[in-house]
């Protein structure tokens, strides 16, 4: 965890989110305190448990784009899941531990990422050298010059004067020089032929491990998976400039640790993970005689053990949750937050309530963020050579049209804002390959030109926007 403040943790979501201090505040508050039991001795930090959110508000108000931007602010393991596509144990579906077994995946991914970054130069030096003793014992097997490249003694000759060894000394570091300085174009047409080891299934895809099997069970099943990472090779004629980038992530996966990257991994899912649970609201029973029904009730019990802090078994050891930061969010349009089982309420101390856009708000989300859509808009038909000026007042109308149709039909947030300026640029986007050089003003008149009709008749309204 870094020591960000709140204040500088707010900064950071607000180049990204518009609005919703409340929910800005909140999270900035919950990482900090992270921190803070980080500093604490060994007696007080187990006994301090995280600050749990639940974020309250309509779709397309920031809520899973402010969880997402924190995590990558203090670079924390994230994992966005949908409470929906859980069911309840002992039913045919996803069990709720396995969004911690993905978060660790995450985890192991991402600091498996940082380590190859680290080691990459290293790698890279050591991959050159295995290169130029392939490509010299190549040579030497072929018994020719290998079109000047490498020169030996005579074909079939081994090489044992000193003016030979002189001469292989010269070319070696030739060969060296080439592929150290991307001088790759003088090696174009000569290939390799060099082993190639298949990665290990460690960062494929996570395996559901099945509750209630017996330890035998899970001792053969876990045999099994090791069996499963033993790498295999095979031999393959590749280019020059295939064999450095093969040979390069062999050798940086040679100069990493993988039991450390994992130990490690796990030590951060516990510390500094953060998982965000979406549509909380859909697993509340709509009412009636009914028992819990297998997404609804059930789904909260199944939760509240992973939320309250357990131990959930992983293919790669196990992982206790208990300082996991839970941030949960739902529309709660036919559902209220009391109407989650008290259990689980009572897991969620900090609830915020994220407001509606209205039409500043949005002029603000196409201008303001550096990610907007007018950024990319513009990014994507320079591509073409096209240029692409949006004018303020375009951008006021379409900021305008947005929150309109927002308030006459379903109110989906921002997400509007993609439905609108797509159909303002189909047209461009369209002829732009036949348009470049060309440039194309996006003003309140041509906004309306394209799409004023849409929003003014009802059932095209609906239909298209």
């Known amino acids: 965890m870094n020591g960000l403040t709140p204040k500088e943790i707010v900064a950071e979501l607000d180049r990204y989110v518009i609005g919703q201090e409340e929910a800005k505040r909140a999270v900035a508050i919950a990482l900090r305190n992270r921190w803070r039991r980080q500093q604490l001795g060994d007696d007080l ?7 749990n959110i639940l974020m309250i508000g309509p779709t397309g108000v920031g809520k899973t784009e402010i969880a997402r931007r924190v995590s990558r602010v203090v670079n924390a393991p994230f994992i966005k899941v949908e409470a929906t596509k859980f069911t309840e144990v002992g039913y045919v579906g996803r069990d709720v531990e396995s969004m911690i077994r993905e978060l660790l995946e995450s985890s192991i991914s991402q600091l498996h990422g940082e380590r190859m970054d680290a080691v990459r130069a290293q790698a890279r030096g050591a991959a050159v050298q295995r290169l130029v003793d392939l490509l010299v014992e190549q040579a030497e097997q072929r018994g020719t010059q290998n079109g000047g490249i490498v020169d030996t003694a005579a074909a079939g000759q081994p090489i044992v004067t000193t003016a030979d060894k002189r001469r292989l000394t010269r070319k070696r570091k030739q060969l060296v020089n080439l592929l150290s300085q991307d001088s790759i174009d003088a090696l174009a047409g000569e290939t390799v032929e060099i082993d190639i080891e298949t990665d290990s299934e460690l960062f494929s895809s996570p395996v559901e491990i099945v509750s209630g099997v017996s330890p035998e069970e899970l001792h053969d099943a876990f045999r099994g998976m090791l069996d499963s990472f033993a790498p295999r090779r095979e031999q393959r004629r590749v280019s020059v400039q295939e064999a450095r980038h093969i040979l390069t992530h062999q050798e940086a996966q040679r100069l990493i640790d993988i039991d450390s990257i994992v130990e490690t991994a796990i030590r951060r899912v516990e510390e500094a993970g953060v998982v965000f649970i979406d549509e909380l609201d859909k697993t509340i029973h709509g009412g009636g005689d009914f028992g819990p029904d297998i997404s609804g009730e059930g789904v909260q019990r199944d939760l509240l053990p992973i939320i309250e802090g357990c131990v959930v078994l992983t293919r790669h050891g196990p992982v206790r949750t208990d300082h996991i930061l839970f941030i949960a969010a739902g529309s709660f349009t036919s559902a209220r937050p009391s109407d989650l089982i008290p259990e689980l309420q009572g897991r969620f101390p900090l609830r915020v309530e994220l407001h509606s856009l209205d039409e500043d708000d949005l002029f603000a989300i196409l201008t303001e963020p550096e990610n907007a ?10 591509t073409e050579g096209v240029t692409l000026d949006f004018h303020e007042d375009g951008l006021r109308e379409i900021a305008a049209l947005a929150a309109e149709v927002n308030s006459r039909t379903e109110d989906i947030g921002a997400r509007r804002l993609h439905t ?5 640029l189909e047209g461009v986007s369209f002829d732009a390959p036949e348009q470049s050089g060309s440039t194309v003003v996006v003003d309140a008149a041509y906004v309306t030109e394209r799409i004023g009709d849409i929003v003014s008749d009802d059932d095209l309204n609906n239909a298209i926007l």
Not at 420 to 424: L, P, Q
């Open 373 to 382: 859509l007018t950024r990319q808009s513009v990014a994507l038909l320079a």
């Open 420 to 424: 609108i300026v797509e159909r303002v």
């Open 45 to 51: 930090r187990g006994e301090v448990q995280p600050k």
